[in-house]
DNA sequence: TCTGGGGTCCTAGGACCC
DNA sequence: TCTGGGGTCCTAGGACCC
């Protein structure tokens, strides 16, 4: 098994059009340009946090010429794919974990080649996207994941454990709380019992103990470190078992036919992506929020589920439903913050189980189909209900978008 | 002035079935 | 004296992931 991760991925991509970058520490900021999600190198030495607000670090930005982006997830989307198209050539089975991770089967490598192998996908996947790779190996994920993890500081940025010692070595000097699915609540846990390291709690922990106190997950992990294989290969992914959209706004928003504009689109957003996997669903909540980051103001957080008589994929019914939602929850007098709509009981979307009385109508899949062709073809929301508003004041806030130089004709790269 | 947006899995408990 | 032994579906909450 191989892991791959990306390096700093958002910022390689805004790097791979702007070579004027390449210099420079790079940060990319969150939906609103509110807090820093991805930084480059260069940026994590001068001390940049992961996750802070940009407004904490602006000395730090000014004085260090940092670049800025917002975030450009049409691009980075994009970009992901042509990793994994290149990848795919190193390998027969391609489980792809995340934007910028994925794991390889390497079964038909044997281990004495593994170093080779991971250096020239390396380097092929630099040579034709631009995007560079950290790359670890190991006979478990858990174990591949902690060897690419290691291999961002290690020259050439491959490693291999290919011997029993060399695990041995890499758990001993790893921090429990830097293994795969051991977070915060966990890690504290095991260091009161005192597991320091990935060693100890790999081979000094009772498994029955770890069975009884961090249930079947943690026991899988103790074995996936022993090189023990729990975590299944996945190379076709299921559709998704529950779709969230939301985003904070722009600007405060009190009025309530904004928010209700923000609730229709996040729905239709939600219908489109439902469609998309080829499924419906049955249950919409809405939920919304003030600013919790705003102490002195009063607060309210509420959620409503609305659940339909049947499933549907449809954007009007969903919508709909979504405010309905809304309106047994919105109170007026507050300074909201966000919303966000979640649809759940998402089934595929034939067979269908139909309601007694109402004939489904064949136009309005018609519609939607019509609906999904046209936004693919020349962007979202170019047709869109007219709920959600015309000026959409609340809207977020992007800055500094780099160009979607690889989805969108207009926006493509120019030289000279 | 200003603090992101998505997901999954596991367990326990309730309601219900034969 | 004694009162079964399986299941499913759903939800909420916790923990974790990128």
């Not at 390998?91 to 250096?119: C, G, K, M, N, Q």
């Not at 996207?129 to 670890?136: A, D, M």
């Not at 009161?192 to 992990?221: C, K, N």
């Not at 709509?341 to 309005?364: C, G, K, S, Y």
Request: net charge positive.
């Amino acid at each position: 098994l191989r892991w791959l991760t990306c390096n700093n991925f958002y910022a390689s991509c805004e790097r791979v059009f702007r070579p004027d970058l390449a210099q420079r520490p790079v940060v990319v900021l969150g939906n609103n340009d509110g807090n820093i999600i991805a930084r480059s190198n260069e940026a994590k030495a001068i001390g940049i946090p992961m996750g802070e607000a940009l407004y904490l670090v602006k000395q730090l930005v000014n004085k260090h010429r940092i670049a800025v982006c917002s975030a450009n997830f049409a691009l980075y989307g994009d970009m992901s794919n042509r990793v994994m198209e290149v990848l795919r050539r190193y390998t027969s089975r391609l489980d792809v974990y995340s934007i910028d991770e994925a794991f390889l089967d390497l079964a038909h490598v044997p281990a004495s080649a593994w170093a080779a192998h991971a250096t020239d996908a390396r380097e092929a996947v630099l040579r034709w996207t631009g995007i560079p790779l950290s790359i670890g190996v190991g006979t478990s994920k858990t174990l591949a994941k902690l060897a690419a993890e290691h291999a961002k500081e290690q020259p050439g940025n491959v490693v291999a454990l290919s011997s029993t010692e060399d695990v041995r070595t890499l758990l001993a000097e790893t921090p429990i709380e830097e293994v795969w699915g051991i977070g915060p609540s966990r890690a504290k846990f095991l260091k009161a019992h005192g597991f320091e390291s990935a060693y100890d709690f790999a081979h000094r922990a009772d498994p029955r103990w770890i069975q009884r106190h961090l249930t079947v997950v943690g026991a899988r992990i103790q074995l996936e470190l022993q090189g023990v294989t729990c975590l299944p290969f996945v190379t076709e992914h299921p559709a998704k078992k529950q779709v969230c959209c939301s985003r904070s706004f722009g600007q405060p928003v009190t009025e309530q036919s904004h928010l209700k504009e923000a609730i229709a689109l996040y729905a239709s957003w939600a219908a489109e992506k439902i469609r998309a996997q080829d499924t419906i669903a049955r249950a919409v909540t809405e939920f919304l929020s003030t600013n919790s980051f705003q102490k002195h103001q009063p607060q309210y957080y509420k959620s409503a589920t609305v659940t339909l008589q049947a499933p549907t994929c449809d954007t009007l019914e969903l919508a709909s439903a979504a405010v309905r939602a809304f309106e047994r929850i919105y109170i007026q007098g507050y300074v909201y913050h966000k919303v966000g709509v979640i649809l759940t009981r998402i089934t595929p979307a034939e067979p269908r189980q139909l309601t007694l009385l109402d004939a489904p109508d064949p136009r309005r899949n018609e519609l939607m189909r019509v609906i999904d062709e046209i936004n693919g073809k020349f962007g979202r929301d170019t047709v869109r209900l007219g709920s959600t508003g015309t000026d959409q004041l609340w809207r977020m806030k992007q800055r500094a978008r780099s160009p979607r130089y690889t989805t969108r004709w207009d926006e493509i790269a120019h030289v000279g």
